[in-house]
């Protein structure tokens, strides 16, 4: 069984740019979570989607949003990126309550 | 709300000894446990967790953690550690209240190096 993919693995982008991160779960899975990972406030909750709906948010401002398609695939998108945004990205999924699987992450670089 | 402590931010252990990585967490209503490893640019691999019954849970590669209700640990033990352990351990809780238990909060981390 596949696990969870996310692209692009690497990527720079410069400040005021905006990103789309892309997320496929494991095959089955309804739920999917995002996590941001930095250095200095560790690992945050950004949301999560089941059913293409948005269940819970964690206290990340406006700029970060994010959506789930009907194949359970997910995206999550930041505008007008800050330095601060720099980060590992990381999506996991689940298919039943508690248990999640990450990614690999995407780490992005903002200039 | 919950909260997840790691005692200790870096753990140094010599080849074939024992290591204890410590967690508290604190929660108001009934908690999911777990424990993910982290190894350099890679995401999270789950360890081992806690969900129901015993309160011993145990990896395929020799970890085990106790969940302890009255002093809300979850400490994470392994009797003898190899150089292959070497990696970042984080501890995690999700509440069973709805809407919530696909959340994981994480704790800060604990870096363990085994040294030859």
């Known amino acids: 069984k596949a696990g969870v993919t996310q692209t692009p693995r690497y990527l720079i982008k410069t400040r005021g740019q905006q990103v789309t991160l892309s997320c496929s779960p494991i095959s089955g899975h309804r739920s999917v979570s995002w996590y941001q990972q930095t250095p200095g406030q560790g690992l945050q909750f950004l949301f999560e989607y089941f059913s293409e709906t948005q269940r819970n948010k964690g206290n990340f401002p406006g700029r970060f949003s994010g959506r789930q398609f009907s194949n359970s695939r997910s995206e999550m998108n930041v505008s007008t990126l800050e330095l601060g945004d720099s980060a590992l990205y990381l999506c996991?999924?689940?298919?039943?309550?508690?248990?999640?699987?990450f990614g690999e992450g995407s780490r992005l670089t903002v200039l | 709300a919950q909260s997840v402590t790691q005692l200790d931010s870096q753990v140094p252990v010599f080849e074939e000894a024992p290591v204890e990585l410590r967690c508290n967490y604190s929660s108001s209503v009934s908690v999911y446990l777990f424990w993910y490893v982290q190894y350099p640019n890679q995401g999270l691999q789950l360890l081992l967790k806690y969900l129901s019954g015993s309160t011993l849970v145990e990896s395929i590669n020799g970890f085990e953690a106790e969940f302890n209700k009255s002093q809300t640990s979850f400490h994470l033990r392994k009797p003898s550690v190899h150089i292959s352990d070497t990696a970042e351990y984080f501890c995690?809780?999700?509440?069973?209240?709805?809407?919530?238990?696909?959340?994981?909060?994480f704790g800060s981390g604990t870096q363990l190096t085994v040294l030859p």
């Open positions: 995690a809780v999700s509440s069973l209240s709805s809407g919530s238990a696909r959340q994981l909060t």
């Open positions: 996991a999924s689940s298919f039943y309550t508690g248990e999640l699987f």
